[in-house]
Every structure is written in C-alpha cells, then in structure tokens.
C-alpha cells in the first residue's frame, strides 16, 4: 500500500477505522513509512476534520450548522445540547459518555436542522427532540 500515490490517507483511515483515533506515536511511523515529514502528516490529520487525535467519546453528537440547518434553527439545537451537556461544542463530558460536534453537512439539508447521533441521522430536529435522542442515548 505504500507506494500507491496518496497512500497516507488510506493509511490513516486503517489506522482510525482500527483504533478509533490517530495517536500521536503513530505519525512517526507513518511518515517513516511513506518517506514523508512528521509535518506533512500532521498537516493531513488536520486538514480532514473527520480524523480525530484522541479516543473519542462513548456517544457522538453531531449537529450540522450548515446554512439550511441554521435557517432552519440549528442555534437552538446547539444551545439545549450544550445545556443538557454541561458542555461546549467540541467537547466531551468530564464523564467521557458524549462527545458533541459541530459538522458542516450532513446532506440532509431537505429535512434541516439535522443531527446525528452515533452514525444514525435525524431531520427536523427541535431542541425537544435532541434532548430526547440524548437521553435514549443514556440507557
């Protein structure tokens, strides 16, 4: 796989799809791997906001504030979560449970303010809903 042009990204998604994070050891060997500079691995692991540098959170809560999704009332969605929470977006509960996330599409703009939790998608999202998602995610 490493001399396939672009092999980094597949490399690091196996390494996410494994692990559910890249850990910061590994980007050493990667770029040992792939002749590459620890920087310009680094500089992709940032660029793509779907890597994550930390193991994530046991529950993800993703709330699109895309335009549609904003027009639509994603704010208010935001602020029941953050409350419901205790947390601020992109972060995680002192108890490592949820982990909320801002995200910028989640091509479910017909049905705005959507939310996904944990992979499944929801549309037509009213703060009601989100914190009813959130305790059925606390069961």
Known sequence: M????????PILHGLQTTFGYIHPEAIPVVADVLNLSKAEVVGVVN???DFRQAPPAE????VCLAESCQSMGSAAVVERLQSALGVSMGSATADHRFELEAVYCLGNCALSPALMVDGKLFGR????RAASLLAESRR
Do not use: D, R
């Open 2 to 9: 490493k001399q396939m042009p672009g092999a980094c990204l």
């Open 47 to 49: 660029f793509y906001s």
């Open 59 to 62: 529950h993800i809560v993703k």
């Open 125 to 128: 999202v009213t703060p009601e």
